[in-house]
């Protein structure tokens, strides 16, 4: 460590607390070890604050230095951590982006090889990507800077030397654009980080994606005019940047603006995946295409539910919904069903290839058997909703109990993680859950031991989170749950007891197939992840109703207390 130079890490936060944690623990992970972190909470209002406190509480050998004071803006902030930081480089980090584990480590090493004032690095878009690739920019020419065909990222590595009395100034847009112009312009060295990558987070709402794309090249012009007259040829004449940001009809026709991109896309997918990659996006700036999509979406599934004969049994007040996507791990459902000692009935959604299947019963206590097929889309929770819709216009069952085959693929422990929701949401002796049932205060009844922090697995489920509540709750209410997220709980794997009526307002909602992602194999940010956390506290909230957990067949009551702990099964 002593021939390896302190770099400060600058976290410049502003309501993302759904985030800052693992801003935080990507930059405490790094295998570069002499780093001195400083997170600036620019004025916050969510719960990042006490997140932030709590993380510097548990790390307090590490070199931490927290400020937290009212707004004042981007532009300030930045500008304040390069007066703070007191390392030999300095780096930052927007709170909604992180870093890989070797990001400083390789960063550093290329700076030292190359005598290098700026290291910028390649991007890896995470969030809403939009099945961008990632960014593969040239070498490092300040015309090319000029022309934003690439771009250096505040989380650039930075010689503090280098910055004199440069600052960032513009408040309109582009403020790190401006910033790295000058660096270039007064003789600042850069150097690309070709295979490192920031993990840069696309989101809706952003100030970049709000902003006007002519309003910004009407700024992006000021910019360059500046600098025109300060350095002269050194600056390119800012037209040339209008006519790469709006090209005309032919350069439009012939895909001469994003002609790499598309390159390396069929290189990396092959023609057909980049052609359907490139009609939705088309697609999606196009309103009407996306009603008709969506109007024909739902009427398949209605007239697929509505077609559907159910099958029921006299007097029988529960209903077990199961989403059976791997039939081969009905012999470890079954067995735990079996424990169910009072009458019910068994609602099967399963894939359109396995429609054929046929389940056993599993006691004299499992009465009838009906199942569904539906196209892959919602992962569980689209079916159940579906079916459950059919269950409550039945008007006979009163409980309902969500089960699914989870695998979990994506995760080793894919396997323990079923076992265990199984095990503690079906207990030998259910009389307990079912009495709690009866009462028409309970909402859901869950396993205790997969009660899940909101706060801190929020995702990129937030701005879901709040279209599916909107129609059920004012925004008062929406704002008070987003803003205090560690109050709202969620069972995770997506496995609970509840009444019927608890479930009704979001069944009679203006929530549709339509609203269903497509399946790729995303682990977050669809609308099945989103009432996954929904289904929790929130949904309680709503319905002014109790939330329950089970533990060795005993049911008790969620305590009323803020949840911030980790999930062992997420990770």
Partial sequence: MKNKPLISVIITNYNYDQYITKAIESVLAQTYRNIELIIINDGSTDNSDEIIKELVSKNQGRNIKYVSRKNKGVVYTRNEGIELAKGEFICYLDADDYFNRNYISKSYKIAKEHDADVVYPNWHFVGEWLGRPDTDF???????????????????????????????????????????????????KFKLAKDNCINYRIRQGTRGSRNDPKEDTKHFVEILTKYKNKYGSKVIDPNRLVRVRHPNIV????????????IKSIKKDGTHATTRKALRKILSRNKIVWKVLGDTRNAKYHKLTESLYLETSPETKLAVVLHLYYPSLWPVISKKLARINVPFD????????????????????????????????????????????????????????????????HRKDGGEWLNSLLGELIPSDISKII?????????????????????????????????????????????????????????????????????????????????????????????????????????????????????????SELPEKSYRSSYKHVG
């Fill in 435 to 555: 009495k709690t049932l009866k009462n028409p205060d309970t909402g859901a009844i869950g396993p205790a031991g997969h009660v899940v922090s909101l706060s801190k697995y929020m995702g990129d489920n937030r701005q879901r989170i709040a279209t599916i509540i909107a129609p059920l709750t004012d925004d008062k209410t929406i704002l008070r749950i987003l803003g205090s997220s560690s109050k709202y709980p969620f069972f995770g794997g997506t496995m609970f007891w509840c009444r019927v009526d608890f479930l009704s307002p979001l069944l009679q909602s203006n929530l549709s197939p339509a609203n269903f992602d497509t399946e790729r194999g995303q682990v977050d940010g669809t609308t099945a992840h989103a009432l996954e956390r929904v289904f929790g506290k929130i949904l309680h909230e709503v319905t002014h109703k109790k939330m329950f957990v089970v533990e060795n067949s005993v049911v």
């Fill in 346 to 409: 068994l609602f099967v959604s399963v894939q359109t290839k396995d429609k054929e299947l046929v389940l056993d019963k599993v006691s004299k206590y499992h009465k009838v058997t009906n199942i569904a097929s539906f196209p892959n889309r919602g992962r569980d929770v689209l079916p159940f909703l579906l079916i459950s819709e059919r269950i409550r216009q039945e008007n006979q069952y009163k409980y309902i109990l969500k089960l699914h085959s989870k695998k979990s693929l």
């Fill in 251 to 262: 350069m439009r026709v012939f895909g001469m603006r994003y002609p790499r991109v598309i």
């Fill in 138 to 188: 040239p070498e490092f020419k300040s015309e090319l800077l000029q022309l934003q065909k690439l771009h250096c990222t505040p989380a650039s590595l930075i010689k503090k030397q280098a910055i004199k009395d440069h600052r960032f100034e513009v408040e309109k847009v582009a403020e790190d654009w401006d910033f790295f112009i000058g660096l270039s312009l007064d003789g600042a």
